[in-house]
């Protein structure tokens, strides 16, 4: 049947994350002991009130389909959230709900790329944006980082051309943990307004931060803000990845244009998932805290015990570290460290930097402790 398959998911290779995730589940079930330090998600459970608001949901009959953008109420409390966290501005018909900031990302691509359109993607880069990017018919054009693994700038102004249609922003950064600061976004924003380009800033780290500040980029000014479609959702700030709940914030036509994708496509997020996240924004929005004191602290006991043999970049965000492995091939590190110490991590390379190791610290204490110990002894063996 290969024959019938399109070119499209034949050039495909599937999500690292999750495929390196599903290889541990399917380790675990053979009864192996993995230390799961791959895929990026919150491991504590989703807070009871929020739950409840859902069960309630469903012992109402909010079981059917909704608005195809999502329900007024969550768009209006979305709206607060931004003005209230972001100093941003919104209307709720500038909003647009989705099945996990994920399908948002994938609706606004297939809503504003021609075929052949550019695409600049600063790396490292979470790994879906560039399948994404290829899904929709677009180009992804990668850009240099600097010594702080942040946009290397000038290599960002020689990538715009005529066919540049967007850049994808995302900071707080998954693989990195880098946040860029207030000025570092308005040299961005600027060229962004320069060039007349769109910007999708993924957000959805924001509350995840360690000591500095999460800025929007389109709180730099209007006219960045006009090009500029935010993204967020609940998965990382409240621990809510499987409830599938992510937004766009927007220019009212591409608004509209991603509300018209979506109309034919899953018709609508999530009913009772909606009913849960009004409640997680409205009411929970510091509830994310509580875990980032704990992320820290994980962060920390890396950063102290992590072999010397091995440098890091500190995380100012995120719950991911990036290990630098010097001039070895990352698939293989990752594999061999997976088969010889049975600890699971993603492979730069899937995000466009070879020679490092993306380790996620969204796991209780003593899986990173025991991770961290198998890390060092193969670190000793082979590195
Ligand atoms: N953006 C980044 C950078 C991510 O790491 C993730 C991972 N979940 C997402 C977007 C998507 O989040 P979700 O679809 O769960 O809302
Ligand atoms: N974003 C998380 C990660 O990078 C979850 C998996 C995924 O959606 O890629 O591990």
Not at 166 to 178: D, H, Y
Not at 252 to 271: G, N
Request: proline share 4%; net charge neutral.
């Amino acid at each position: 049947m290969r024959d019938k398959l399109s070119d499209r998911v034949l050039k495909l290779k599937g999500s690292a994350t999750l495929g390196i995730n599903s290889k541990v589940k399917e380790l675990k079930r053979k009864g192996i002991d993995v230390i799961n330090l791959s895929v990026g998600e919150p491991d504590f459970d989703t807070p009871i009130p929020i739950k409840e608001e859902a069960i309630s949901g469903i012992r109402e009959g909010f079981t059917k389909y909704t608005e195809p953008e999502g329900t007024f109420e969550l768009r209006e409390v979305i709206c607060e959230k931004l003005l209230r966290e972001n100093s941003l501005s919104y209307t709720p018909e500038q909003i647009v709900v989705s099945n996990g900031a994920k399908h948002s990302i994938f609706n606004t691509l297939l809503a504003t790329l021609n075929p052949g359109d550019e695409v600049i993607i600063p790396a490292p880069y979470w790994v879906s944006y560039p399948a994404m990017v290829k899904i929709a018919g677009g180009k992804p054009v990668f850009c240099k980082w600097n010594d702080e693994f942040k946009i290397d700038i000038d290599h960002l102004k020689s990538l715009i051309n005529k066919r540049t249609k967007l850049i994808i922003l995302n900071s707080p950064c998954n693989p990195t943990g880098i946040v860029y600061t207030r000025k570092e976004l308005e040299e961005i924003a600027e060229i962004i307004v320069e060039n007349n380009i769109l910007c999708i800033s993924d957000e959805i780290y924001e509350k995840i931060v360690y000591d500095v500040e999460h800025v929007s980029i389109a709180s730099i000014d209007e006219e960045v803000k006009r090009r500029t479609i935010l993204v967020n959702g609940v998965s990382k700030a409240f621990a809510m990845t499987g409830w599938r709940i992510g937004y766009i914030a927007a220019d009212i036509e591409i608004s509209k244009a991603v509300k018209k994708i979506q109309s034919h496509t899953t018709s609508c997020p999530s009913s009772v998932s909606q009913k849960a996240a009004i409640s997680a924004i409205k009411w929970y929005s510091d509830i994310s805290k509580i875990m980032v004191e704990k992320f820290k602290r994980r962060r920390d006991y890396i950063i102290r015990n992590i072999s010397e043999k091995i440098p890091y970049l500190q995380p100012q965000g995120t719950f991911y570290i990036f290990l630098n492995i010097g001039n070895s091939d990352s698939e293989k590190v990752a594999k061999k460290l997976l088969e010889e110490k049975h600890v699971a991590v993603v492979p730069g390379k899937d995000f466009g930097a070879e020679g490092f190791l993306r380790v996620s610290f969204a796991t209780d204490i003593e899986n990173i402790k025991e991770g961290i110990k198998r890390i060092n002894e193969f670190a000793e063996e082979n590195l």
